[in-house]
C-alpha cells in the first residue's frame, strides 16, 4: 500500500464519523482508531474526527483535530467552543443544524450572532469554518433565503445526503439545487450521512444511496456550467466507468474548493472504492 502523499482531489475528503450512525462506535475505540489511521498508508484521505459537543469533556487533552457538531441551538456555540479551549481540545470545525424548519432565516441569522459572539470572547478562532445544515424540509424559497444569510457571515453549508430513513435521501434533482445554490452564493458546503460510497446505488437498507464521486463530479460540472438536469443527470449514474472517465478529465481538485469533505461513519469503504475504481494507486 502507498505511503505516498495523495493527489490534492482527495486529500481530507472523508471526515471520520465513526461514532454515528450507523456504526456507532464507542468514543474511545473510534478517536483510538482514527489516531492510528493518522499513521497508516492513505493517512491524506482522512480529514477531522467528527464528534458532539457533548463528547468534549472525554477528548480531553487528546491530539484529535476535531468537527464538532452542536446538538443543541445556536445558545449551545459558545459553551462548545469555550469548552474545548478550556480542555485544550482542538477544534477545527463547528457543525450545527438549524433548528426551526419554519423559520430558517431567523435561525441562521441567530446562528450567525452566536458565532460572532464566540469569536469576540476569544473562545472560536477565526479560522475555524462553521458549517450549517438548512432542514431540508423547507420550502425552496425559505432555504435559499437562509443560504443566503450563511452565505453573507463567510459560514459553509452542511447538505445531509443520507441517514436512517428513506426521507433523508434527498432525490438528485434536490441535491443539484443544492450544489447551485451553494455554488452560486461562492459557498463551500461539506456533506454528511450516506455517502461512504463512491459511485450511487442502492444499499442494503433498500435506499437509494448517492455516491460521493458523483457528488464531486457534479460539483465540478456545475462550477463548470452544467444546467441543474444535467447535474442531477450526474448525481444519478451508476455505472463507476461513466464517472471514471470524467473524474480523470476533470479537474476535480479545483471542485474540493467548495465540495471541502464528507462525514461517513467508515474510512476503509471510501478508501476499498477508490483503490478499485484505479483512482489512487
Not at 423559520?103 to 441567530?110: I, K, N, S
Not at 425552496?140 to 443566503?148: K, V
Request: net charge negative; glycine share 10%; with cysteine.
Amino acid at each position: 500500500m502507498s505511503t505516498e502523499p495523495l493527489p490534492a482531489t482527495w486529500r481530507g475528503l472523508v471526515d471520520d464519523a465513526a461514532i454515528f450512525p450507523p456504526g456507532d462506535a464507542p468514543l474511545h475505540q473510534a478517536s483510538a482508531a482514527h489516531a492510528e489511521r493518522r499513521h497508516a498508508p492513505y493517512a491524506d484521505l482522512v480529514g477531522t474526527f467528527v464528534a458532539r459537543d457533548t463528547d468534549i469533556p472525554l477528548l480531553r487533552g487528546t491530539p484529535l483535530a476535531l468537527s464538532v457538531v452542536v446538538t443543541g441551538g445556536a445558545g449551545q456555540v459558545a459553551g462548545a467552543a469555550g469548552l474545548g479551549r478550556k480542555l485544550h481540545v482542538a477544534i477545527e470545525g463547528l457543525e450545527i443544524a438549524l433548528r426551526d424548519p419554519a423559520d430558517p432565516v431567523g435561525a441562521a441569522r441567530r446562528v450567525v450572532a452566536a458565532v460572532d459572539a464566540a469569536r469576540a470572547e476569544g473562545v472560536l478562532d477565526d479560522h475555524v469554518p462553521v458549517f450549517v445544515e438548512i432542514p431540508a424540509s423547507c420550502p425552496e424559497p425559505l432555504w435559499l433565503a437562509a443560504a443566503d444569510e450563511v452565505a453573507a457571515a463567510e459560514h459553509r453549508l452542511k447538505l445531509r445526503t443520507g441517514g436512517l430513513e428513506a426521507h433523508a435521501f434527498p432525490p438528485a434533482t434536490t441535491l443539484a439545487g443544492w450544489i447551485d445554490a451553494a455554488l452560486d452564493r461562492e459557498t463551500p458546503f461539506k456533506c454528511t450521512a450516506g455517502l461512504h460510497r463512491a459511485v450511487r446505488h442502492t444499499g442494503e437498507d433498500g435506499f437509494d444511496h448517492h455516491g460521493f464521486l458523483n457528488v464531486l463530479v457534479a460539483t465540478r460540472q456545475a462550477f463548470d456550467g452544467s444546467s441543474p438536469d444535467e447535474v442531477a443527470g450526474v448525481l444519478d449514474e451508476r455505472e463507476p466507468a461513466v464517472l471514471v472517465e470524467s473524474a480523470r478529465d476533470l479537474d476535480l481538485a479545483g471542485a474540493r474548493r467548495w465540495f471541502t469533505s464528507f462525514g461517513s461513519c467508515s474510512v476503509s469503504e471510501p478508501l476499498d472504492d477508490l483503490l478499485q475504481l484505479g483512482l489512487v494507486g
